[in-house]
């Protein structure tokens, strides 16, 4: 009878960890081949997962006796948290595991963007010299805002103020009377923040009030030539608004790991823009070596704890 099923990439050495405790599955292809996952559900007390694998209410049905998700990683949006409260399944997010990871992926993002000279590769190695069409603009001295000002915000702030930029962050639901709030000007609402930023970063989990927060009318309101980074959920921003702008010249540029569908379809809207300030990565902000490590024995060590309280 198998104990733990991993269904995604995972840290062979907290597996072997994992292995040494418990009676473990690791199968990495499982979020490539859903019915296989589901048929081995009965028995299994846990299953650790990343953003890719489903836990719904399908899946549920079909692991009478689980007993803990762990995830690897953050986000919550592929679990059905609810259900999984409603029968006492513990939900185990590796939270700040990669929160150094996407702090420096959003702020390598804010100086390419605003520089905007690392397009240029294929153009020098033609001959092509393009240096005037390539003069940017410094991140020391603009003003980066947040939206959300959680534990990975929290992060890139203070890498910000350490390159002399200016933080602000729009976060109705974080305590005002956190010291944490020395490192950024809170302001009240998002549109304050989209109309002072040269820059902004999400920072909130996708839900039905964040769904599209960043739409037609937000992109309008934010300032012209500032750039948009999105390491949090595709579904936060609209991509064809998004697009548009772009296109049209009316902000500076934009970097996106999360998309709306994932991976992102050959017939994406964002394709209209390929050739504007645009850099897009596969959902891997948070994945380095050092993090898959630190959340992967994060996430033994919870499952872990889990099973031996309950056993």
């Known amino acids: ?32 081949d859903r019915e296989r996952l589901l048929s081995m559900g009965e028995g299994v007390r846990a299953l650790i997962v990343r953003n890719r694998t489903r836990v719904d209410e399908a899946l549920l049905s079909r692991f009478p006796d689980l007993e803990a998700v762990g995830r690897l990683g953050v986000g919550l949006d592929n679990i059905d948290v609810a259900r999984c409260q409603g029968r006492g399944i513990a939900v185990l997010p590796a939270t700040g595991g990669n929160a150094s990871a996407v702090a ?24 092509d010299w393009p240096r005037q069409a390539l003069v940017g603009h410094e991140s020391q001295g603009c003003v980066l805002g947040l939206v959300g000002f959680g534990g990975i915000a929290r992060e890139v702030a203070r890498r910000a103020q350490a390159l002399g930029m200016s933080v602000i962050a729009f976060d109705p639901f974080a305590d005002p009377s956190d010291p944490a709030w020395q490192m950024a000007e809170r302001v009240e609402t998002i549109e304050a923040l989209l109309t002072r930023s040269d820059g902004v970063s999400l920072h909130v989990p996708l839900t039905e009030q964040t769904r599209h927060l960043i739409d037609a009318d937000a992109i309008a ?10 390491t949090a959920r ?78």
């Open 104 to 127: 420096e992926y959003v702020v390598t993002g804010m100086l390419m963007l605003r520089r905007g000279a690392y397009h240029s590769t294929a153009a020098v190695l033609d001959g």
């Open 221 to 230: 309101s934010m300032r012209e030539g500032s750039v948009l980074i999105n």
């Open 234 to 311: 595709g579904g936060i921003v609209d991509e064809a608004a998004l697009t548009e702008a772009l296109c049209e010249g009316r902000i500076g540029g934009a970097m996106l790991d999360v998309f709306e569908r994932e991976p992102l379809p050959a017939d994406s809207v964002l394709t209209r823009a390929r050739a504007c300030n645009l850099v897009l990565t596969p959902h891997v902000a948070g994945v380095t070596h050092e993090s898959n490590v630190t959340i992967s024995a994060m996430t033994a060590r919870n499952v872990s704890r889990i099973l031996e309280d309950n056993a």
């Open 1 to 32: 009878m198998v104990d733990v099923v991993i269904s995604e990439f995972m840290d062979a050495a907290a597996v072997e960890a994992l292995t040494r405790r418990h009676s473990v599955h690791f199968d990495a292809a499982l979020v490539e």
